[in-house]
Nanobody, 124 residues
Framework: QVQLVESGGGLVQVGGSLRLSCVAS????????MGWFRQAPGKEREFVAA?????????VYADSVKGRFTISRDNHKNTVYLQMNSLKVEDTAVYYC????????????????WGQGTQVTVSS
């Protein structure tokens, strides 16, 4: 079993930055890929970014955040981060981290464990 706890959300103005953190406990953190997803009010949950488990971590991003968001991980701290810069109103959502025991993926159905989410609100 894996437990994931997100933090770092909050209220920020357009153009600002936030860094989300997700701390994992349970199984060996370094052995699974991690992803960030988000869900805005009235919309379906969507992929944001993912990072592989390997030491030379590969990453993938949604087109909507590419160049503005950066996903990273610290296996010693069992933590994955999402650095969000140049935030836009449309980035407002609940952000979830998730763990995939098999491989890096954009597909939420591939993920095995989920956190409870953290709210990010971007005001104009």
């Amino acid at each position: 079993q894996v437990q994931l706890v997100e933090s770092g959300g909050g209220l920020v103005q357009v153009g600002g930055s936030l860094r989300l953190s997700c701390v994992a406990s349970g199984r060996t953190f370094s052995s699974y890929a991690m992803g960030w997803f988000r869900q805005a009010p009235g919309k379906e949950r969507e992929f944001v970014a993912a990072i592989s488990w390997s030491r030379g971590s590969s990453t993938v991003y949604a087109d909507s955040v590419k160049g503005r968001f950066t996903i990273s991980r610290d296996n010693h701290k069992n933590t994955v981060y999402l650095q969000m810069n140049s935030l836009k109103v449309e980035d407002t959502a609940v952000y979830y981290c998730a763990a995939d025991l098999s491989r890096i993926s954009r597909d939420e159905d591939e993920y095995d464990y989920w956190g409870q989410g953290t709210q990010v609100t971007v005001s104009s």
